[in-house]
């Protein structure tokens, strides 16, 4: 799909799509619980639907209704041997384990980028806890059996917080006075919406500056209902978009929330773009733009929103944590450089530092996603304050994470034309 995007102005009111890093540790909470789950306002992206998939395949009875979806389980109970957590990295991280909770063999697999990225975490992780394992020289197909059987262990958290999701929540099921221990955990944030949706569903972890998390007496998921909050991570590129071209009024998003990407609002506070948050409402309007200084370590899905907004900002933006970015759906410091340099816009990678030159003057041009939904969401908000239109190659990539994208940037004054079948 190609999607052509022209300059305007923004200005509506838009309400965020649902969180699907939450949606995901929903669905895999309601598969580990007794009984009927209930989420509301429910992820529809590719993401969610394959861990809908997936906690089908695991045991799960799915009933989809208008508003709300029905998860009926009695605990893993597999009915295939071979799971597909599609293009999910959260998918494939979190749910790794809690299929091990299985004593029969499970082949995980899945597609696109997910196929090149790095597993070897498992193959050195999950042996200590008694299940077998077997990959392709580090990366899927996975080849588990269980059961896992949760002890005292220590992990590396460096490359992703989400094989700590998983483990947390495969623990969750059945540890018993077992204690896992964390160095250098980045995202910490995410592991926070973690404990979060856990608790919510019955199981309570003891942390102590996300280092320790103790599993004291054996716990038992419950079945609940659940709402799912806005996506702070796709919102991001809508509050981008008015703080670059105009103003908007967002609804659904939790200010409260534990998602890290809410840290969005102090990127556009540095910058100087007006906000007035409300407790579930945030209001922003262009002002004068400067560059800025951000810290993205915690949160490096908002690399590609950062960068379309220090491309309108004067002056040079410096932002940190590019080292999280290799092993997203794109290599994503490099794609970066690469889409935005086609539109004029100069970025500078130095080691672990981003460095972005704005206020240039953004050019129209022919980019590409490298079929990476952020990337294809940043080129758009860029071409708000381009000199022409803006065409995106592969712009169907955002049905990943965020498929009302194009539609809610519509709603809100942008020129969007979509042309399927180019």
């Not at 709300?68 to 959260?90: A, K, T, V, Y």
């Not at 490099?334 to 500078?348: A, D, H, P, R, Y």
């Amino acid at each position: 799909m190609q999607v052509t995007v022209s300059p305007a102005s923004i200005s509506g009111t838009v309400t965020a799509n649902p969180s699907k890093s939450a949606m995901q540790r929903a669905v895999a909470a309601a598969l580990l619980a007794n009984g009927k789950s209930i989420i509301r306002n429910p992820g529809l992206s590719n993401d969610c639907l394959a861990a809908l998939d997936v906690a089908e395949k695991l045991g799960a009875t799915v009933i989809r209704k208008p508003e709300l979806i029905e998860i009926s389980s009695n605990g893993i109970q597999p009915r295939f041997d071979e799971i597909n957590c599609g293009e999910s990295g959260l998918g494939i991280r979190m749910f790794t384990p809690i299929a091990a909770l299985a004593s029969q063999p499970i082949t995980i697999n899945g597609h696109g980028s997910l196929t090149t990225r790095p597993m070897n975490f498992f193959e050195e992780v999950l042996p200590q806890l008694d299940v077998k394992i077997t990959s392709r020289e580090g990366k899927l197909p996975l080849h588990i059996q269980g059961p896992l059987q949760p002890k005292d262990i220590t992990i590396d958290g460096s490359l992703s917080s989400q094989f700590l999701t998983g483990l947390l929540m495969a623990y969750g099921a059945n540890a018993e006075e077992v204690t896992i221990t964390v160095q250098d955990l980045k995202s910490k944030p995410y592991i926070a919406l973690t404990l979060q949706l856990m608790s919510h569903f019955g199981v309570n972890v003891q942390q102590q500056n996300f280092e320790t998390f103790h599993f004291g007496k054996k716990q038992q998921y419950q079945a609940k209902d659940y709402t799912v909050e806005g996506d702070w991570s796709g919102a991001a590129f809508l509050l981008v978009a008015a703080a670059v071209a105009g103003k908007a009024e967002v609804h659904h998003l939790n200010t409260e929330s534990a998602q890290s990407d809410k840290a969005i609002l102090d990127a556009l506070r540095s910058a100087g773009a007006y906000l007035m948050p409300g407790m579930f409402t945030i209001n922003i309007e262009k002002d004068g733009l400067k560059a800025f200084e951000f810290d993205a370590t915690d949160c490096p899905d908002l690399f590609p929103p950062l960068v379309a907004l220090a491309a309108n900002c004067k002056g040079t933006t410096k932002i940190l944590g590019v080292s999280r970015l290799a092993h997203k759906e794109s290599d994503r410091g490099i794609t970066l450089q690469q889409e935005f340099g086609k539109m004029g816009i100069v970025i500078e990678l130095n080691g672990d530092e981003m460095l972005v030159h704005g206020g240039t003057g953004i050019k129209g041009a022919t980019v590409s996603s490298h079929n990476d939904h952020r990337i294809a969401m940043a080129c758009a908000v860029a071409a708000l304050t381009a000199d022409a239109p803006v065409v995106i190659e592969h712009a169907e990539a955002i049905n990943k994470s965020y498929p009302e994208f194009y539609d809610h940037l519509q709603t809100i004054g942008g020129k969007v034309d979509v042309a399927v079948n180019a």
